[in-house]
């Protein structure tokens, strides 16, 4: 995931969301760090943890680009320009990571609560990240439409 994160930050054009894109990598390699190892043994390199506030930066960020972003009258297809379908690519591949760790927690296996809620919300963000690119290059939505028999 951190890697197509990386691909986003490369496509996308707006500044400000190549900085938060680089904050999410260095999250990501926190999470990483703390899936990693074995939470009985203590760690040789002091690993930084996960924090509220990582969190509440992607609500930050889904809110303000919401509020110059048309309201949802439709379900997307994603698509439209390759920076879209990157960020949308980069959204799954974040849910799924998160469907893994939800397994882990299910399996009694260590994982600290918070990963779980960042993924879900960093998942969110790049589904808004994906649309708020396709507004800043003036490419229109797909609008799902469903096939009636």
Same mark, same amino acid.
């Given at each position: 995931? #951190? ?18 894109? $680089? ?22 390199? $002091? ?7 990582d969190v509440e930066l992607l609500e930050k960020e889904i809110d303000k680009m919401n ?32 469907? #893994? ?5 299910? =399996? ?8 779980? $809620? ?16 396709? =507004?800043?290059? #003036? ?5 799902? $439409?469903?096939?009636?028999?």
């Amino acid at each position: 995931m #951190n890697s197509y994160i990386g691909l986003v930050a490369d496509q996308i054009i707006d500044a400000p969301s190549k900085t938060i894109l $680089k904050e999410i990598q260095d999250r990501l390699f926190t999470i990483g760090s703390s899936l990693a190892c074995d939470p009985e043994k203590e760690p040789k390199m $002091k690993i930084p943890d996960l924090k509220e506030s990582d969190v509440e930066l992607l609500e930050k960020e889904i809110d303000k680009m919401n509020e110059v972003l048309p309201a949802m009258k439709f379900f997307i297809l994603p698509g439209g320009h390759p920076t879209i379908s990157t960020t949308h690519i980069t959204r799954c591949v974040c849910r799924r990571a998160e469907r #893994n760790c939800v397994n882990m927690q299910e =399996h009694q296996l260590f994982i600290e609560p918070l990963i779980i $809620k960042y993924l879900n919300r960093l998942s969110d963000y790049l589904f808004v990240l994906a649309r708020y690119a396709g =507004h800043l290059l #003036n490419v229109p939505e797909v609008a799902w $439409k469903p096939r009636i028999n």
